[in-house]
């Protein structure tokens, strides 16, 4: 179980209710959620988040443009984040780690493949800050 | 009449002479153009009246699929409510099975030679034998849990839970669909526009400016039709190559 505090940003609700329940079930109970880019950039500005989890195709802000915004930021730039969307072609995975995704999961997931996801993202950030 | 002039009508008539043979040709050609429209008229016509009925079927169909949508939206979310129900009734049930025995009486009569033995060893200034005993004790206590009626409870709860998880994971079909609803929306869209550029240069009719607007959905086509496994693999492989800064 851990304190880390992680932001789902999805439009669909049942998607972010899925992923809060999958966190739940793999140790990451503390989570936030926002329904598009837009939201989830108000949110990161008023909470204290650790991790973002994000869907690509959202209305208002889709998740690429959301990165991007977050990674332009010197506060955020470092962020972990991961995406978890329906889109799964090789030009879509490039163009998200050329946005620096830190990882990409492509729907449908299990609550085990997000746990090595998020496990796998945190051992790199260490690393690369140690 | 002079020299000159006799070019110039000998030219004319040159000229008079190829149009006349390019009349020859060009004639029947044109005849034919003529038998075609006419024989293609119809056909015309019935294209037109398909479009008009695609220009009301379209938008109707598009609206289906909206409502396909929000029913499996709708669906998802009070299947998820109940599933939250279950999981937290089953943890109380977890929390009261694991605290306590099955049996009221052995679930006292333990607690109550638990009691004792805790008593012993405080009483006794923690003396090696009676300490042996507490420990034994507390082993045997563990192997009752383990292997009691309890035990099997707890696990099959737990299983419960697990299974309760594995359908709220499988609800991700709901948005998967959602977002295929949502590119052939997009295409019928395309479609829709299509037909109505064609309406208006083609037919120019009035049909084209009565098209109602098709909903507007996120179009996302999937390029590559390939199976989840294969396509996680490329996930990973690219990965990969990000690590490697290779991207």
Known sequence: ?130 | MNQQELDGILQKAAELKVFCEYGERTVPVLDEIASFVREISPAIEDLRAVVEVSMVNIPKAADQLGRVTQATEQASTDILNTLDRMVATLDEVITSVASGMISSDLGAATKKMAAIVKSLVDKSGWDEDIVKLAEAWDIHLQSMRMSGPTSNLERLLKDLQSDCTEIMMALQVQDITQQHIGAVMGTIQAVAEGLQQLTTGFFSTSSAEALPPTPSMPVQFEQENVGEAERKKMVEALLSKARAGQI
Not at chain 1, 10 to 34: H, Q, Y
Not at chain 1, 52 to 73: C, S, Y
Not at chain 1, 98 to 117: C, D, G, R
């Open chain 1, 1 to 130: 179980m851990t304190s880390m505090k992680i932001l789902i940003v999805d439009d669909s609700i049942t998607i972010r209710r899925i992923i809060t329940n999958a966190l739940k079930t793999v140790g990451f109970p503390d989570t936030m959620e926002a329904s598009n880019g837009k939201d989830a950039l108000e949110k990161l500005t008023n909470a204290n988040v650790d991790f973002i989890i994000t869907d690509w195709n959202m209305p208002e802000m889709n998740g690429l443009d959301f990165i991007k915004q977050v990674r332009a930021n010197p506060i955020y730039s470092a962020l972990p984040i991961l995406m978890i969307t329906t889109r799964g072609t090789e030009h879509d995975v490039i163009e998200a780690l050329q946005a620096k995704v830190n990882s990409y999961i492509v729907k449908p997931f299990t609550p085990q493949e997000l746990k090595e996801k998020i496990e796998g993202i945190l051992k790199t950030v260490q690393i690369n800050t140690v």
